[in-house]
C-alpha cells in the first residue's frame, strides 16, 4: 500500500510540475520545452555530452528513433549537476536513458526512483576503471563563474568515472551501448550493430596515432588537474604522480599557492596536464615558478554536437601532446 501511495503522490508531483512548466511556456510567449513523446518513436536520452556524441553515431539512419540530451553541453562533468523540474517531466517521455555511469550521474539517484517506464543503459558497467584518487586544494573563495561545472566539495565516488578519455574503454562503451539498443529497439538492431563497427573502426585510426606517440609518453611523470586524463595516461604508458583537483588560481591564498607549488615540485614530474575546459592559468603559474611543461587538453565533455566531434578533440589531444614531447617536455 506504502508504495502505490508513493507512485500516486510522485505522478501528482510531475503532473501539477507539467502544468507550472506549461502556463509559464504560455504567459511568456515562448514553445513549451517539455519534450513530448511521438507515438511509434523510440526515444533515446543521454545524459550529458560524451553520451550525446556516442549515441548521435549509433543511431544513425535508425528508423522512428529520436535522441535527446539532458544536460546542456556546456555544462561539463555532472557532480555537481542540479535536477530542474523540467528534466523530471522530459525523462519520463522517453524509453530509454543512456548513462555513463560509475558515479557520474549521481544526481538520477533520486531521480529515477519510481520511474518504471524509463530503462538506464549504463555506458561503464562491467568496465575495468581506474579507482578515484583524485585530491582538492581547498579554496578560501567558492564564488567561481562556472555556473554547472563547479567542482567544490563534491565527492568523486570510488571509481574514476571518466572512461571515455581511454580509447580502449570507449570501444567497449560503445559496444556495450549498440547491445542494449538493439535489445531495446530490436527493429534498429542491424543499424546500431553496423554502425558500433564502423564508429569503433574510427576509433582505432586513433589509437593508432595513439601508439606513434606512445614510444615517447612511456614512462613521462605526470601531475594531472583532472583526474579524467589518468585513462590517457594509462593507455600512453605515463605515470600519474599527483592527481590534483585544482582549475583556477581564483581563490587561494599566497600560502596554498606556494604549498600547492611545493608539491608539484617534489613530485618528480616531466610534464603538467590541465583541462581545457577551465579558464583557470594555475598550471601555467607551475610551469613559470617550477619550470615543467603545462599542456592543456580537452576532457571530451563539452563541443559541438557533431558526430566527429569526439574524434577531433581527441586527435587534437594526441596531436598537441605529440608537439609537446617533441619540444622537449
Excluded at 540530451?69 to 517531466?89: E, F, I, K
Excluded at 524509453?95 to 543503459?121: C, H, P, Q, R, Y
Excluded at 612511456?218 to 595516461?233: D, L, Q
Aim: charged letters at 30%; aromatic letters at 6%; hydrophobic letters at 35%.
Amino acid at each position: 500500500m506504502q508504495k502505490k501511495g508513493d507512485e500516486l503522490v510522485r505522478k501528482k508531483i510531475l503532473t501539477v510540475a507539467l502544468s507550472a512548466i506549461l502556463a509559464i511556456g504560455t504567459l511568456s510567449g515562448c514553445q513549451s520545452a517539455v519534450q513530448e513523446k511521438k507515438e511509434g518513436t523510440f526515444t533515446i536520452l543521454t545524459s550529458f555530452y560524451p553520451m550525446y556524441i556516442l549515441a548521435l553515431n549509433l543511431v544513425d539512419g535508425a528508423e522512428n528513433v529520436e535522441l535527446r540530451n539532458l544536460a546542456s553541453p556546456s555544462t561539463g562533468c555532472l557532480h555537481d549537476y542540479q535536477m530542474r523540474p523540467m528534466d523530471m517531466v522530459n525523462m519520463e517521455q522517453n524509453d530509454v536513458m543512456i548513462i555513463n555511469g560509475a558515479g557520474m550521474e549521481e544526481f538520477l539517484e533520486d531521480a529515477t526512483k519510481g520511474l518504471d517506464s524509463l530503462t538506464l543503459i549504463d555506458a561503464t558497467e562491467g568496465l575495468n576503471l581506474l579507482p578515484s584518487k583524485e585530491h582538492s586544494h581547498d579554496h578560501e573563495d567558492h564564488d567561481h563563474d562556472h555556473e554547472d561545472h563547479d567542482h567544490e566539495d563534491h565527492d568523486h565516488g570510488e571509481w574514476n568515472a571518466h572512461a571515455w578519455l581511454s580509447l580502449d574503454l570507449y570501444e567497449e562503451q560503445i559496444e556495450a551501448v549498440a547491445n542494449q539498443l538493439s535489445q531495446y529497439d530490436p527493429e534498429n538492431k542491424e543499424i546500431y550493430q553496423k554502425n558500433a563497427e564502423e564508429y569503433k573502426n574510427k576509433v582505432e585510426h586513433l589509437k593508432e596515432l595513439e601508439e606513434e606517440i606512445k614510444e615517447e609518453t612511456e614512462g613521462k611523470k605526470i601531475v594531472i588537474f583532472h583526474e579524467a586524463f589518468a585513462y590517457m595516461a594509462q593507455d600512453l604508458g605515463m605515470e600519474v604522480v599527483e592527481s590534483l583537483e585544482v582549475e583556477t588560481d581564483a581563490g587561494l591564498s599566497a600560502g596554498q599557492i606556494k604549498e600547492l607549488i611545493d608539491e608539484v615540485d617534489h613530485s618528480g614530474a616531466d610534464l603538467l596536464i590541465s583541462e581545457k575546459q577551465y579558464s583557470g592559468k594555475i598550471g601555467q603559474t607551475l610551469e613559470k615558478e617550477i619550470g615543467i611543461h603545462d599542456i592543456t587538453l580537452d576532457s571530451c565533455v563539452t563541443g559541438k554536437m557533431e558526430k566527429n566531434s569526439y574524434l577531433n578533440s581527441m586527435e587534437e589531444n594526441l596531436r598537441v601532446l605529440k608537439e609537446a614531447l617533441s619540444n622537449g617536455a
